[in-house]
């Protein structure tokens, strides 16, 4: 395919905040057209970061999936809720026992803080914070414990309120769900969410970036545009994963731009 240049739209910012799943590509699909659209990027010297709540996965797993869907990728533009969180907590005034549900590339994002994971020991359930995210292997050991340490009064940080997510046999439930059972057991509500919409997720990928405008790209209006927004960011919606124009309309707040997919945003003609 013979280069094409970007759109003004895309000119006027320096910097670009991807959603994965949507609006890179749908189930093990490139968006058509996506892959090209993010080298133009790249070829007029903007500079890109990948955003995704969901925490089952190391950055490592999304570079890998990338370049094998066609799209250039290196680790650091990667920002994972797991990057979100080890952000997050590195700004802790000391190390905490700490107490995770979640998969291992999880716990190692909240080692790497500095906090002490206490899984599997006798402080489990005294742990000084507890964290959650979904993952495959949860059970109802993992619940008790966690509610267990909340009511002792651990800090309770949840990675995402994402209820479900999409799988090719019908949504599976999300970290949001995991959240919700603590949160009911403990008799209250987590204390900070670390991924999208929340600002966490945000600050870390901007911390990555250098000085200039940013524009947030993805296919959600309830978290990719309410996300940037919250953030002070402009957020463009993309209609090849959630929403509809129709949903985009009537969006409070609105998105600042609307398009078809990720080319027909960022690509002068397509």
Known sequence: MAAVALS??????DHFLLDFDGCLWVGDEAVPGAPEALAELRAAGRSVA?????????PEDY?????????QAALD???????????????????????????EAMADHVGAAGMRVVNNSDLASRAELVVVAGHDGFDYAELRTAVQAVRRGAELLGTTRDATFPMPDGPWP?????????????????????????PPMYETALDRLGPG?????????????????????DAALVLTGAATRADAEAAEPPPTHVAESLPHLLLDSW
């Not at 990948?50 to 190391?58: G, K, S």
């Not at 995991?178 to 969410?193: N, S």
């Open 8 to 13: 003004p739209l895309a000119r006027a910012y």
């Open 50 to 58: 990948f955003l995704t709540n969901d925490p089952r996965h190391a």
């Open 63 to 71: 570079v890998r999936k990338l370049w094998r869907l066609g799209f």
């Open 77 to 103: 533009e990667v920002v994972t809720v797991g990057a979100a969180v080890q952000f997050l907590l590195a700004g802790s005034e000391r190390p905490r026992t700490t107490y995770v549900i979640g998969s």
């Open 174 to 198: 999300g970290t949001g769900a995991v959240l919700a059972a603590v949160e009911a057991g403990a008799g209250r509500r987590a204390d900070v969410i670390a991924g999208k919409p929340e």
């Open 213 to 233: 405008r940013v524009l947030a790209v993805g296919d959600r209006l309830d978290m990719d545009v309410a996300g940037a927004r919250r953030a002070g960011l």
